[in-house]
C-alpha cells in the first residue's frame, strides 16, 4: 500500500482518541465561520471589517490548531516520554543526568527571610557632581529543599559604582547550626572568590569559600554580606536573589536621606510599595514587601533630590 497517506492516517488516529478535543476545535472553527458571514453580508449587523478580521483569526487559530497539537504533542511522547521515565527511575541512569532533573524540576531551597539596609552619605569633591556614598548590608535566611543537602555554591553579583569602578566586599559570613564562617574584606580576596566580570560588577563565587559540610535537608542557614558602593545623586540600585524569597524589608538610613526623595518598586508585582518613616529615627526609611518574589525578580529602588516645596512671599 502507498505510504503516501501514512502520516494523515496516522493524524486521524491521534485525533479520534481526543473526542473532547474534537468538539473544542469544532466549537472554535464553528464559531470563525459565524463571525465570517456576519462579516460579509447583511446577517445582524454586517457587513463589518472588524468582525470579518476576527472570524480570520479564529480561523486560522482553529486550523492551525487542528494541525499541529495532536501530532505535537504525540512525537513530544514518543521521542521523549520513554527517556524521561527511564532517566528518573532507572537506577542505570547516569547520576549527573538524574541531577540535572532534579534541579530543573525543583529549587533547591528558599528564603523565608530577606533584609537590606543602605546607608547613605553624600560626597562633594571640587570641580566634580556630587555623589552618593552607600553602605550596603544584605542579610538572608533561608531553607533547604534539596535532598542532597546544600553546598553554598552560586555567584552573586553587586552593580558596580558610579564611576564605574567595582564595587567593594567588605565581609561575608554564613551561618547553620552552631557553625559560623566569616570573611573580612583581606580574607575574602585572598581566597579568590572575588572577580569582576566584563560589565564592572563584582561576582563572589560562594563556591570558593570551602564550607567544609553543606546544609542537610529541610535545614536552616543564614548569609550575611556587606559591600561598599557609590552611586550618583539621581540614581537606583536594583536587589534581587537568585532564589524564591517570600519576605523581603528594604531599610533606608543615613545624612543624605533628609535631601533625597526615594521610591521602591518590584517589578513584575501589582501592588505598590511605600516607605515609612521609622519610630525612633524619622529619617529612617523602611518597607515591608511581603508579596512572593521569584528568582531574579528585581525591587528597584530610586533616589533623586529632594524638591523644596516654595513659600509665598
Known amino acids: 500500500m502507498p505510504t503516501r497517506f501514512l502520516g494523515t492516517r496516522r493524524y486521524l488516529a491521534l485525533v479520534k482518541r481526543r473526542p473532547i478535543y474534537q468538539i473544542q476545535l469544532s466549537a472554535v472553527i464553528t464559531f470563525a465561520i459565524i463571525l465570517l458571514v456576519i462579516g460579509r453580508t447583511h446577517f445582524l449587523w454586517g457587513p463589518d471589517e472588524l468582525t470579518n478580521g476576527f472570524g480570520e483569526a479564529f480561523l486560522i487559530a482553529g486550523v492551525l490548531a487542528g494541525l499541529v497539537d495532536p501530532v505535537v504533542q504525540a512525537q513530544f511522547a514518543t521521542d521523549w516520554g520513554r527517556d524521561l521515565y527511564w532517566a528518573i527511575f532507572s537506577p542505570n541512569a547516569p547520576l549527573d543526568f538524574r541531577d540535572a532533573l ?112 553543606g546544609v542537610p535537608f529541610q535545614g536552616n542557614y543564614a548569609v550575611e554580606r556587606h559591600i561598599k558602593t557609590s552611586r550618583w545623586m539621581v540614581d537606583f540600585l536594583p536587589l534581587f536573589q537568585p532564589r524564591v524569597a517570600l519576605r523581603q524589608t528594604i531599610v533606608i538610613k543615613g545624612s543624605a536621606v533628609p535631601g533625597l526623595e526615594f521610591s521602591v518598586t518590584q517589578v513584575g508585582a501589582s501592588n505598590e510599595l511605600t516607605l515609612s518613616p521609622d519610630a525612633e529615627d524619622q529619617n529612617d526609611l523602611s518597607c515591608e514587601i511581603t508579596q512572593v518574589a521569584f528568582p531574579g525578580q528585581t525591587t528597584l529602588v530610586q533616589w533623586k533630590p529632594r524638591t523644596e516645596p516654595s513659600h509665598p512671599t
Open 102 to 213: 532534579q534541579g530543573l524540576a525543583s529549587p533547591d531551597g528558599y528564603l523565608d527571610r530577606v533584609k537590606y539596609e543602605l546607608d547613605f552619605t553624600r560626597v562633594d569633591e571640587p570641580d566634580t557632581p556630587g555623589y552618593l556614598n552607600v553602605s550596603w548590608g544584605i542579610w538572608t535566611r533561608g531553607t533547604v529543599l534539596d535532598r542532597r543537602g546544600y553546598l553554598m555554591h552560586g555567584q552573586v553579583v553587586v552593580v558596580s559604582r558610579h564611576d564605574g569602578k567595582p564595587s567593594q566586599y567588605v565581609y561575608w559570613s554564613f551561618e547553620s547550626g552552631d557553625r559560623k564562617i566569616a570573611k573580612d574584606t583581606a580574607k575574602l580576596a585572598s581566597s579568590g572568590a572575588l572577580s569582576v566580570d566584563s560589565s564592572g560588577r563584582t561576582v563572589l563565587d560562594q563556591k570558593k569559600l570551602r564550607i567544609d559540610s
